[in-house]
């Protein structure tokens, strides 16, 4: 969507300069004539910024931004100012104005304070909406479970979350580390302070310096403004780097030195800056082999692992599967709207019979996959992916097991559903490959192909063999 801004001076030439501007930067503009015309417009629409002068008639700009602060304290809110008179726009900007520009106006200035302020704007609320949701989320209730290596899960964050410890999760991809982090950081002192995510293997090196220390305009092509860094944003609060184990050595070098020195420097300047931030690092791979190959720096490998929690694999714990099928199933019934009342016990069976090499995050995927396609009150065997139920081995019912009662059955529906687990074994048998299966049970090519798009039987991850040919 376009940003909205409201202009608002009592100079037709300056409402008319910004509002083509804008439009050819591509925002949504309106425009008022003094503040009390602005105070109308506000009632009847939203806006992301608000531009106001400072002198005008029936409502100072002064006013104008008070008003706003109190009654719409998400608008961000620029100030004009006459060149010369920067004491009244300074103080504006402590009652809550994000900046000012003044008069005559720079155009490439004005552009990029803008884009700035919206940024912020964004920022700001995403942030806060995080937080209201992070600190229902991310307490122990999101951290699902009764098996004994979760209890010592929850002890470890219990004592972990009041001290600012650098700390390092270890485990397998899945196992929920992020969600461990944020447990930690919502449950302790700093729980109103930012949590910030890297993810260190998904930025380029190239990049990753600039993203973490922020730079200053000029200092590379395309940095045409200054910008704060992830340490800088996550400063007061907690800095999660996702897969530290992925970092170059580079990088590591000048990690190493922001940890010990708490400082930063941006790139291109010349200033260090002084930066108050917990450390939880997290990563999949073995740290202290890496250490031994000489592709991670042993002395940053101390610094992170102050305190290790081992982020147990799903295998680990199969006794929590119920209990974290169950929540997931709730969590996507909501998001998905969607009232399927619960997991049957074959169904359920399944479930614990499978080996997860995905773990937790396999696990959910599974739920919401199966949420998402199901059509009845609850979750049957036959509707859970067909890479699960094979893996169990589950039997095909027999006729001898089909019951005809005075109340009648649905003949085609049971013969799908015997058609389904027949097609399933032999995909199984076939290790994937369907042409394979389709010989096994003696049926064409052609025929498999419409059998396995009717009950959905792709299974993730395997060769498609079903291009257009006959068997």
Do not use: W
């Amino acid at each position: 969507m376009k940003s909205r801004i409201l202009v608002v001076d009592d100079e037709e030439s300056i409402r008319e300069f910004l509002e083509i501007m804008l439009k050819k930067e591509g925002y949504e503009v309106s425009c008022a004539e003094d503040g009390q015309v602005a105070v109308d417009i506000l009632k009847k629409k939203s806006f992301d910024l608000v531009i106001s002068d400072m002198q005008m008639p029936n409502l100072s700009g002064m006013d104008l931004l008070k008003h706003v602060k109190d009654q719409y304290p998400d608008v961000v809110f620029m100030m004009i100012t006459a060149f010369g008179t920067t004491e009244t726009a300074v103080e504006a900007m402590k009652i809550g104005a994000y900046d000012y520009i003044t008069k005559p106006f720079k155009i490439d200035e004005v552009r990029i304070n803008i884009a700035n302020a919206l940024r912020s704007q964004g920022l700001e609320v995403e942030n806060r909406n995080l937080k209201k949701e992070l600190n229902i989320e991310y307490n122990f209730q999101n951290l699902v479970g009764n098996s004994e290596p979760m209890h010592r899960i929850f002890e470890l964050i219990r004592r972990v979350s009041l001290a600012p410890t650098n700390i390092l999760i270890t485990g397998e991809s899945g196992t929920g580390k992020e969600v461990i982090a944020k447990a930690i950081h919502y449950n302790g002192p700093l729980k109103d302070e930012p949590f910030v995510t890297v993810n260190c293997g998904a930025i380029p090196e190239s990049l990753m310096e600039s993203e973490m220390f922020g730079h200053k305009k000029g200092s590379f092509t395309g940095a045409i403004a200054d910008k704060a860094g992830l340490f800088e944003v996550a400063d007061g609060g907690t800095l999660f780097l996702d897969e530290v184990g992925e970092l170059p050595l580079s990088i590591q070098v000048k990690l190493l030195r922001a940890i010990q020195e708490r400082t930063i420097r941006r790139v291109g300047g010349t200033d260090d800056s002084k930066i108050n931030v917990r450390i939880m690092a997290a990563t999949n791979r073995d740290l202290e082999e890496m250490v031994k190959e000489g592709t991670f720096r042993q002395d940053l490998f101390y610094r992170l692992n102050v305190i290790n929690i081992k982020s147990p694999a799903l295998r680990e714990r199969s006794d929590d599967i119920p209990a974290l099928a169950n929540h997931f199933l709730k969590k996507y019934n909501k998001k998905l709207s969607k009232n399927i009342e619960g997991i049957s016990q074959e169904a359920m069976d399944v479930l614990k019979k499978y080996n997860y090499p995905g773990n937790v995050r396999e696990l959910e995927n599974i739920i919401e996959r199966t949420v998402a396609l199901e059509a009845g009150s609850s979750i049957l065997p036959e509707s859970l992916p067909p890479f699960v139920n094979t893996s169990g081995g589950r039997k095909v019912a027999s006729s001898h097991e089909i019951e005809v009662t005075e109340d009648g059955l649905d003949l085609d529906k049971v013969m799908g559903q015997i058609e389904k687990e027949i097609l399933i074994k032999a995909i199984h048998t076939a290790g994937g490959v369907k042409k394979k299966a389709a010989k096994l049970l003696n049926i064409t090519f052609r025929s498999m192909r419409y059998r396995v798009e009717k009950y959905n039987l792709g299974v993730p991850g395997e060769e498609d063999d079903l291009e257009d040919e006959s068997a």
